[in-house]
């Protein structure tokens, strides 16, 4: 299965979210990005890509180091936002599973979450392989998922306990490579020796009374989900949520535990 209907939706929903995502998304998923540029030893005159860039943080962090950082989102609203935001970076427009450049073009290629949003995982691996130069190195971070994750326990526990999956575009399945055997087995398949994973204590922030407001902005594949509840579903889904958020509550504030896999590579060719 291609997952063709999904990707599209995929990028319809970053596209909409562009302009939002440093607010929503970027909260969390920048935590990660100084372990991900360490592990892919990010040092001057390096050439690094960054794929699914989203609004390029993490390629503009890599610059701030004095390397030499492209990113490829499959989202144009998305590019435009990191051309902006990251003028000394190099931005365009592509498919992480079919990356136009050449062959052993980067000392370096991270992928800062990006693991979800592409229809083969298998794909992009290969993809990373034929773009690194020999003994290159990829980095990369991925979430953790239920049950260690209780953000995604509770949130995905919901959804498919209550909602209506019938009018939701097949997706491929989102916690596949969200162990360290898993991960480290398909990258060895992949071509990349050395794997190392570490484990990253992130941590999903929301004011009270906002946590559905916020998730709704955070993943466009939860968008995708929602959108297709009728009112009576939502108010369901919504007020499980509230009841399983209870005791991250802080002073007003959800905080929930949301781990996430760091792993690098070398690229064994």
């Not at 970053?14 to 892919?40: C, E, F, H, K, S």
């Not at 209550?162 to 969200?178: G, I, R």
């Amino acid at each position: 299965m291609t997952y063709e209907a999904f990707k599209e939706a995929e990028m319809v929903g970053w596209n909409a979210r562009a302009q939002t995502y440093n607010d929503y998304t970027g909260q969390v998923t920048t935590q990660a990005i100084p372990t991900l540029l360490a592990m892919a030893e990010t040092t001057p005159k390096k050439q690094v890509l960054d794929l699914c860039c989203g609004t390029g943080r993490a390629a503009g962090a890599a610059v701030a180091l004095g390397a030499f950082a492209e990113g490829i989102d499959a989202s144009a609203a998305m590019v435009d936002a990191a051309r902006r935001d990251f003028p000394k970076a190099a931005f365009d427009v592509g498919d992480a599973e079919s990356i136009p450049r050449e062959d052993d073009r980067y000392d370096a290629v991270i992928c800062s979450f990006g693991l979800m949003h592409v229809g083969s995982p298998e794909a992009l691996f290969s993809e990373m392989v034929r773009v690194l130069k020999p003994g290159g190195r990829v980095a990369l971070s991925h979430w953790i998922g239920p049950p260690e994750s209780p953000f995604f326990r509770i949130v995905f526990g919901t959804v498919q306990r209550l909602a209506d999956m019938s009018a939701v575009p097949p997706s491929p399945p989102p916690f596949t490579l969200s162990s360290e055997e898993a991960m480290r087995e398909a990258l060895e398949q992949a071509g990349f020796e050395e794997v190392d994973v570490r484990r990253l204590p992130l941590v999903f922030r929301s004011p009270a009374g906002r946590f559905a407001d916020h998730f709704r902005k955070f993943a466009a594949r939860a968008a995708v989900i929602l959108d297709q509840q009728t009112d009576a579903v939502l108010n369901e889904i919504y007020s499980s949520w509230e009841t399983e958020l209870e005791s991250f509550l802080v002073e007003g504030e959800y905080k929930v535990p949301m781990p996430a896999l760091a792993v690098s590579a070398v690229c064994g060719r």
